[in-house]
């Protein structure tokens, strides 16, 4: 990678390192500390088993085990806060480009996994493990390692292949299980009929978009199929052009999902992937070395077509024209457009791949792709070596990245059974599947596929465009309704996900609302499979301030009212559609969890049954006075006590113009 875009990529990753320390920063206090939803406490031990055992060790456990739990509960916490401050802090040098070393990175990556293994069902989304991976690959393969931490590294080009061949394998991969997971949507080419309205928390032109005509709307889906599966194959390309149209379809594809859906950092993050593809290699890289000649003054060597004049602008048209001929054929090869003379000859568009011959491609295609990247990483390697005379430190770089690519390589043989017995494959696997087993854990290396079947898919009485049927919107939502101390019912109100039908959706990427995201994952399921529900049902109860803190309820924050009981009914939600003047349209399903009163001696001992701790909720700046009680910790608790303070100023702003009693 050239030395400017090298240096702007690893500040753009920074910058997005910088938004998702941020995002957590703000809302760990409500979701995962102490007093939280889903306490990081309840799964330290499992998560991070030594540290455990040492933070143990060293505290003075009182004979009450209760004591102890709460106190390693508190260090919890304290860890949990430090490491997002310390993110912040080297995401911003990396943001601003003071230093752009591979430590750094690397420390920046093992920080948000520490946060992403104890944030639980909170940070389960395939874009913190991408950030993840991502933050590998920058830190190993691009970041500069030189033993001065302010150095600045030469143009890397060898580094460009494994993210490259990472984002193919993101897009790969989210296009092909659409059509695996065999889901009707996709195969009808209809998800965007419901995708705009049901997916988490639609943004206000969302609502614009799932107006448009039904035979729009499946073009889109088209287009996405195309852009995401063929269009993949164009990223790790050796010629630049191809690549650079290839991640212009990509860039456009994120950029409307960014316009109509809130998917916090992922899509900027998807958009940072293309920068080594719009790379250029070196120009002799696939060429015949007998067509350079030396030059004398410069000492380059100089391909002898140059010298002809507008040669390198005619070879980019020859090029685009190549590439488009091959995408026209493509959707042409997966797709045909049709008009059904019993639909009035309604056009339509229908997709020609089924199941079957989607693993079939699979099979045939990922084996070669993978190959032909290592030969390509391999020789921008040979090129480094023989015309850059490049020494050991890009041999030891070369090696690395080629673990790098195999290792990221080796997830697909999740994809499909014949990969998986593919002798390619098990090449690869024995090559690489000791490393990768090293690496796995800290999910360096995982499989992807956003939107695998879409949901809210309602049941239709009549025929619909096209000849198919009707497509009904029935968005599952919960809707949380509590009874107040002055004897009024209310219904609770989220800051961002839908309830009020006159509440506008909102654009608030990249930040990311957890506990709102997590409530659609809810509605698909019951309070049984979502143990964490009844927990924010019991915290809101006792009026925790942390969890209401995530609310858009003043009123609760400030104490002025109390919650007496909650009863949490099931909705299905629509779009309203253009005559209406509502955003939203809804019909009560089904109670999703009785009638729950405060002090319910019945849900303490269900969330005790869960590990959670029924008694834990602090008050704002009290969270952190039984630390004294641990050994070797003191010291954390003014640490500690200082952020508390700084944090309640920033949630709760108003409190400073209230006197003390």
Not at 172 to 180: D, L, P, S, T
Not at 610 to 637: A, D, M, R, T, W
Request: glycine share 6%.
């Amino acid at each position: 990678m050239g030395t400017k875009l090298h240096s702007r990529f690893l500040s753009a990753l920074g910058c997005i390192f910088l938004i998702a320390f941020l995002s957590y920063y703000h809302q760990f206090p409500g979701l995962v500390s102490s007093s939280g939803i889903e306490p990081s406490g309840r799964i330290f031990s499992r998560a991070f088993p030594r540290l455990h055992e040492y933070i143990v060790e060293k505290a003075s456990i009182s004979k009450v085990r209760r004591v102890h739990d709460e106190s390693v509960w508190a260090i919890v916490d304290v860890l949990l806060e430090l490491a997002s401050l310390t993110g912040i802090l080297l995401s911003t040098l990396a943001t601003i480009g003071i230093i752009h070393h591979g430590l750094l990175f690397l420390t920046i990556t093992f920080l948000y996994y520490f946060l992403v293994q104890l944030g639980g069902v909170f940070y389960s989304f395939q874009w913190d493990t991408l950030l993840l991976e991502t933050g590998w690959l920058a830190s190993m393969c691009i970041a500069p390692w030189s033993h001065r931490i302010l150095a600045k590294e030469k143009e890397n080009k060898i580094g460009n292949w494994p993210m490259r061949f990472l984002l193919f394998k993101l897009m790969f991969m989210a296009g092909v299980v659409k059509i695996q997971a065999d889901c009707p949507t996709w195969n009808n080419l209809t998800a965007l009929e419901y995708h705009f309205a049901t997916q988490c928390l639609p943004s206000p032109l969302a609502w614009f978009a799932h107006q448009l005509h039904p035979l729009i709307q499946r073009f889109g889906v088209a287009m996405t199929l195309l852009i995401e599966i063929q269009g993949a194959f164009l990223l790790i390309a050796p010629i630049h052009e191809f690549r650079r149209i290839g991640s212009i379809l990509q860039i456009l594809l994120q950029l409307l999902i960014i316009l109509t859906g809130n998917y916090n950092f992922f899509n900027l993050l998807t958009i940072l992937l293309c920068i080594p593809c719009l790379d250029r290699d070196d120009e002799h890289s696939f060429k015949d070395e007998k067509n350079y000649y030396k030059d004398d003054e410069s000492s380059e060597y100089v391909h002898y077509d140059t010298l002809r004049e507008n040669t390198p602008e005619k070879k980019k048209q020859i090029e685009r024209k190549i590439c488009m001929t091959i995408l026209v054929c493509c959707f042409l090869e997966m797709f045909r457009i049709q008009m059904n003379a019993s639909t009035n000859h309604q056009l339509n568009i229908k997709l020609s791949w089924n199941k079957e011959y989607c693993e079939k491609m699979i099979n045939v295609f990922v084996p070669m792709a993978i190959v032909f990247a290592l030969i390509f990483l391999l020789n921008s390697f040979r090129v480094a070596i023989v015309h850059r005379k490049e020494g050991l430190a890009t041999i030891i770089r070369a090696l690395v990245c080629l673990t790098c690519l195999g290792t990221t390589s080796l997830p697909f043989m999740n994809l499909s059974a014949g990969l998986r017995t593919n002798s390619t494959m098990t090449m690869l696997s024995n090559t690489f599947m000791q490393p990768f087993v090293q690496i796995q854990p800290f999910h360096f290396s995982n499989s992807y596929g956003l939107f695998r079947r879409m949901t809210g898919v309602g049941q239709g009485n009549y025929q619909g465009y096209g000849g198919l049927p009707e497509s009904v919107v029935a968005r599952p939502e919960i809707i949380m309704g509590a009874r107040l101390s002055t004897g009024e019912f209310k219904e609770i109100n989220f800051s961002y996900k839908p309830g009020d039908l006159d509440k506008v959706p909102k654009q608030i990427a990249p930040h990311q609302p957890r506990l709102d995201w997590q409530m659609w994952f809810a509605a698909l399921g019951n309070y049984s499979h979502n143990p964490w529900f009844i927990n924010l049902t019991f915290k809101l109860l006792q009026g925790c301030r942390p969890v209401l803190n995530l609310l858009d309820e003043p009123s609760l924050v400030n104490e002025s009212k109390e919650l007496i009981s909650i009863h949490s009914t099931l909705y299905n939600y629509d779009f309203a559609p253009w005559k209406s003047s509502h955003w939203w349209l809804r019909s009560a399903v089904n109670e999703y969890v009785p009638n729950l009163e405060k002090g319910n001696e019945s849900l303490k001992s269900f969330l005790s049954s869960q590990g959670y701790k029924s008694e834990i909720c602090y008050k704002p700046g009290e969270h952190c006075s039984h630390i004294p009680h641990v050994k070797g910790f003191n010291y954390l608790k003014s640490i500690c006590d200082s952020l508390s303070k700084i944090r309640e100023i920033y949630d709760n702003p108003g409190d400073l113009n209230e006197p003390d009693l």
